[in-house]
């Protein structure tokens, strides 16, 4: 019974923690205890804060609001703010923390409805809309209120450090006011305790400060004036919010950034002609309006620099964001080889002859031996290694479209009127299509409407159509016409020019061979819910510790391995490769050590490839350069690893840093299940993870 009091009352900390940390868009308990005891320089503001806090969670508790529904940190900070704006108004008394248990009733209410309106019709945040509503009504509705007490006795001068220079004390007091407390001590803690959690969102908050000053102080003509403007705690919202939180870090989302404070500066400036003939400030919407059109604009177009990641601290946003999209493509259409064996490009992608304009994005493919695609003197189609070669199955889809009907052309000679000549237009799930063109006459084994799968056979390869020689034309496009436009796509599961299993793009000449998926080898590798797996941890001959990982699986589907201390790496497939999709943990577990040694292996016997890999900051450091600085340029100091695959089990890389090893590795999976060693030398230090 006391251990489950006290985990309940641990968890309501929790909660009143992170309604503070959450006043800057950010959910940790360190960054919350700071804010809270910052409060306290004002036991005002702290009084009335805490109680519309303490409403809030017991109001949405009693009407049934879950506590792990995702609006219970709305609430509970938007009630946080609604308590401050009392306590910066009225003296305690029990009529002020009556009008703050009241108002904060009103502001879950008002929280739940509009989040769940913006969400249904435009998936966006609330932010603190809530509180600017709830605030405003306050300060309305105040002027009728006799019996509350306002005084001036909340002003804390003594809390300026009045040696600062003007644009310092501009900066801090503006920080102070997120908490309705104006004054530099306040501000500079609160900037300090977001420097501390994330460099990103703190560079992001002040630039934008200061560009908003210098908007205003062209638009006013004073710089003074400029300073003076109590509602340019907003620019430093904006920044917070797109520069450390709704955006990926970068160059890009800095200057965007910007352009989001421009247009607030004409917003607080207008607003404030209105809400001045009431005697009350512009609060957040500024902040609100502004911020809600860039995310709702950005996110229907597709901003490829959204922050999709789930992660709050733009740090590990960041790095996210670089482990995927430098390691995977689930934009480009990819496809298997059609073919078995191995082939030759015969012309590649905006190739000399045909592949021009619209159709550049296509393959022509071609069996060719010491150099020659024919044997004798060429003269014949049977001459031609390829004529006749077995056409197969690219990918899963549905047959659309056949045409089997022309004859295979005679050597050097071409037909102009059916370019294509014989060709199947395959549909592939979610939305592209693949044609396969030139076949040979009457070698179609499928008809219109079968299901296939990939690596059926469907047809041969033929001379038909503008075919000077027997060849296969592979190119994927938007519909189900013949002669359509083609797109960009990717081949997956090959072998090019002998080993590279990473080649996008291939080039005229690239020999290639699709890879044969190993049944044994993804058998290996396939693990189940809860399936445990222990390991001891040495280094340098030294057992340190033991290791014990836990499949797990998100609500999504995704799996994990757990090392019970809260670190994750999740795994899974993707096209014909077993990975590990990405490390999020601590950096001293040794999880991150299985990552280093196999980010990925094909499920393929074939040992004679090799592969390389994006090695993400959190799972390798790759140097000192703060994050911060990388997010302007991502490509500083990135590291790759390099592996190759050995008798059947074994897989050996190096990571290579500024062109130099920084590390080798070693991985051997089981004879019948799961991973039963990795190793990592590195600085003479060697980590090895035995299976025991």
């Known amino acids: 019974m006391e251990e489950k009091r006290a985990s309940k009352a641990a968890e309501f900390i929790r909660e009143l923690l992170h309604a503070y940390s959450n006043l800057f868009f950010i959910r940790n308990q360190a960054l919350g205890l700071i804010l809270f005891f910052a409060t306290l320089f004002n036991r005002n503001i702290a009084l009335t804060g805490i109680i519309g806090l303490i409403t809030a969670l017991l109001f949405s508790r009693f009407i049934g609001i879950k506590k792990d529904d995702p609006v219970n940190k709305l609430l509970t900070y938007n009630a946080l703010l609604t308590g401050f704006a009392v306590g910066f108004i009225f003296k305690v008394t029990y009529l002020s923390m009556l009008l703050a248990v009241g108002m904060s009733i009103f502001t879950v209410l008002l929280t739940y409805t509009i989040s769940s309106a913006l969400y249904l019709y435009f998936k966006l945040p609330v932010l603190n809309i809530p509180f600017t509503i709830s605030a405003t009504i306050i300060y309305l509705a105040s002027g009728k209120y006799s019996s509350l007490i306002v005084d001036s006795f909340y002003k804390q001068e003594y809390f300026n450090l009045d040696f600062l220079p003007g644009y310092v004390q501009g900066l801090l007091r503006a920080a102070g006011i997120l908490i309705f407390m104006p004054y530099d001590i306040v501000g500079l803690i609160l900037l300090l305790a977001i420097l501390l959690y994330s460099r990103i969102t703190f560079f992001s908050a002040v630039a934008s400060y200061y560009a908003g000053i210098f908007f205003l102080s062209l638009l006013k003509g004073s710089i003074p004036l400029a300073f003076a403007e109590i509602s340019s705690f907003n620019f430093i919202l904006v920044g917070a919010a797109l520069g450390g939180m709704f955006l990926i870090p970068s160059k890009r989302t800095y200057l965007l950034t910007l352009t989001a404070v421009l247009g607030s500066v004409f917003i607080i400036d207008a607003a404030s002609v209105f809400w001045i003939s009431f005697g009350i400030p512009v609060f957040t919407l500024p902040f609100n309006l502004t911020v809600l059109l860039y995310i709702y604009v950005l996110g229907s177009v597709k901003y490829v620099m959204m922050n999709s990641t789930g992660l709050e601290q733009p740090e590990m946003a960041l790095v996210d964001h670089l482990n995927y999209s430098n390691r995977f493509d689930w934009v480009t259409p990819s496809i298997r080889l059609p073919f078995s064996g191995k082939w030759t490009v015969y012309q590649g992608f905006d190739g000399e002859w045909t592949h021009k304009g619209f159709w550049k994005y296509a393959y022509d493919f071609v069996i060719s031996e010491n150099g020659k695609t024919f044997s004798g003197d060429g003269s014949k189609r049977e001459d031609y290694f390829c004529f006749g070669k077995p056409v197969l199955s690219p990918a899963d889809g549905t047959v659309v479209e056949v045409f089997d009907d022309l004859d295979d052309n005679e050597i050097g000679e071409v037909d102009k009127s059916s370019n294509w000549g014989n060709y199947i237009i395959i549909y592939v799930y979610p939305g592209y299509y693949v044609e396969l063109s030139h076949l040979k006459q009457g070698s179609v084994r499928v008809k219109k409407n079968d299901q296939i799968t990939k690596g059926r056979l469907i047809a041969e390869c033929g001379n038909s159509g503008y075919s000077p020689e027997p060849h296969l034309h592979v190119q994927v496009q938007l519909n189900h016409l013949i002669g359509t436009p083609g797109i960009e796509f990717a081949f997956n599961s090959l072998k090019v020019n002998g080993k590279d299993t990473d080649a996008k ?74 990975v590990f999709f990405k490390y999020d943990g601590n950096y001293t577990s040794a999880l991150r050590y299985f990552f280093l040694a196999l980010p990925s292996v094909p499920f393929s016997d074939d040992d004679d490839i090799e592969w390389n890999e994006y090695i993400p900051e959190n799972v390798l450091r790759s140097s000192r350069i703060p994050l911060l600085i990388k997010s302007f340029g991502t490509g500083l100091s990135s590291q790759k690893g390099f592996y190759a695959k050995h008798d059947g089990k074994k897989v050996t890389g190096r990571i290579v840093k500024n062109g130099k090893v920084s590390a080798r590795t070693e991985a051997e999976l089981c004879q019948r299940k799961g991973i039963r060693e990795v190793g990592i030398m590195s600085g003479g230090k060697e980590i090895r993870i035995t299976k025991i």
């Open 505 to 578: 793009y291939l080039s005229k000449n690239d020999t290639v061979i699709p890879l044969v998926t190993s049944k044994t080898l993804s058998r290996k590798l396939q693990f189940v819910l809860d399936e445990q797996f222990s390991y001891k941890v040495t280094e340098n001959g030294r057992v340190i510790s033991d290791l014990t990982l836990k499949v797990g699986m998100e609500v999504e589907g995704t799996y994990y391995f757990s090392d019970g201390k809260g670190s994750r790496l999740y795994f899974g497939t993707d096209k014909g490769r077993f």
